[in-house]
Structures are given as structure tokens and as C-alpha cells.
């Protein structure tokens, strides 16, 4: 299980990087650097629950070792 989160992490990490070179700063809210803008907010949340994901797990095998 800590192969695949880590694979996801990655993978959203990359699709943040994937995003941000869509991103037109001269426009930022119309077109294609809107829906670059959700991606990236899309990838960063996923990222966030991958991590708490991985930490609760943690959590609970300190808590059997006990």
C-alpha cells in the first residue's frame, strides 16, 4: 500500500507540473488556463488526502506494535 500512495503522489505531483506549464499568467481565468487552475487545485487535494491517507496508517500500525 505504500508503493501505491507513493505512485499516486508522484503522479499527482506530476500532473501539477503538467499544469502549470498550460498556465497563461496574461490570462489567467479564461480558456485552457482555467481548466489547468482546477487540475492543479484537483492534484494538490489529492496529494493532501494521499498524505493524511499515508499518516493514518502510520498511526495505526505504531498503535498495534503497542
Known amino acids: 500500500m505504500k508503493i501505491f500512495t507513493t ?4 503522479i499527482a505531483l506530476a500532473l501539477i507540473i503538467f499544469n502549470l506549464t498550460i498556465l ?9 488556463s482555467m481548466v489547468a487552475l482546477i487540475g492543479i487545485a484537483a492534484a494538490f487535494c489529492a ?13 495505526i ?3 498495534k506494535d503497542q
Do not use: Q
Open 7 to 10: 505512485i499516486l503522489v508522484f
Open 24 to 32: 497563461d499568467f496574461n490570462h489567467l481565468f479564461d480558456g485552457d
Open 47 to 59: 496529494v493532501c488526502i494521499l498524505l493524511i491517507f499515508r499518516m493514518s496508517k502510520m498511526i
Open 61 to 63: 500500525d505504531k498503535m
